[in-house]
């Protein structure tokens, strides 16, 4: 099987972020030959609109096959429902509550995170199902890191309220991405051990992710997914 990037402790909840030698995800085929990889009807998966908003939805096995509209983020605590995003270079965000067997995906790039999409997903774990935040895990997967991602001073004012993300040298700005999603999560009252970053940068690893911010419109997407095997209790 190709690379799959996933939390190296979930081992009870089906997940990952496709590398590169996937294909790229936007194409049903695509998605079709992961599924079978995974074990899976593709008809399971359901996906969003990924307008860069801050919205995140509750979604059932009635919206399984289905595109939710306006949409980033996506949650559900019931079995056979797989939750997925497409990013090359916005970051992946999984949560997982394991006691109340909650998933979750976000698409975060840079204008959604300033919204405080993280936060809202957590939120809404909180508000749909009654997790805890003590119970809540999150998992960074593969994004573009700020080695490769140096922005505008415009881009650079939407994360005024996290000066840390922001490192300014003579002549460029970066912003950490990963830390701004920490710093949500730290907010929300989570303790540091309660989230995984990985430190792959999809844009200087040409191998083995896709990066809009080298390739442009010409790249593809990976999957990140998350769901909770059928067969168990919803
Ligand atoms: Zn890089």
Redesign the pocket.
């Known amino acids: 099987m190709h690379d799959i990037y996933s939390h190296p402790g979930w081992t009870g909840v089906l997940h990952g972020v496709t590398g590169r030698q996937w294909g790229n995800m936007q194409y049903p085929v695509q998605q079709q030959a992961l599924a079978i990889a995974l074990g899976v009807s593709p008809d399971a998966f359901v996906a969003c609109e990924q307008v860069h908003g801050s919205a995140v939805a509750v979604v059932s096995r009635a919206d399984c096959g289905t595109c939710i509209a306006d949409t980033d983020g996506l949650i559900s605590r019931e079995t056979g429902v797989i939750l997925t995003v497409k990013t090359a270079d916005c970051i992946p965000v999984f949560l997982h509550d394991a006691q109340k067997e909650v998933v979750g995906v976000l698409h975060a790039g840079w204008r959604s995170l300033a919204a405080g999409i993280v936060r809202n997903g957590i939120k809404a774990m909180q508000q749909a199902f009654g997790c805890l935040i003590t119970d809540i895990q999150v998992y960074i997967g593969p994004h573009?890191?700020p080695?490769?991602?140096t922005v505008s001073p415009d881009v650079a004012e939407q994360f005024v309220m996290y000066p840390a993300v922001l490192n300014k040298s003579s002549n460029t700005i970066t912003v950490d991405l990963a830390a701004t999603a920490a710093a949500q999560v730290s907010a929300s009252g989570m303790q540091s051990s309660q989230i995984t970053v990985c430190s792959c940068?999809?844009?200087?690893?040409v191998d083995n992710f896709f990066s809009y911010r080298r390739d442009h419109d010409q790249a593809g997407r990976m999957l990140s997914y998350i769901g909770l095997a059928n067969g168990e209790t919803d």
Do not use: K, Q, S, W
């Open positions: 573009i890191r080695c490769c991602f940068c999809t844009a200087c690893d």
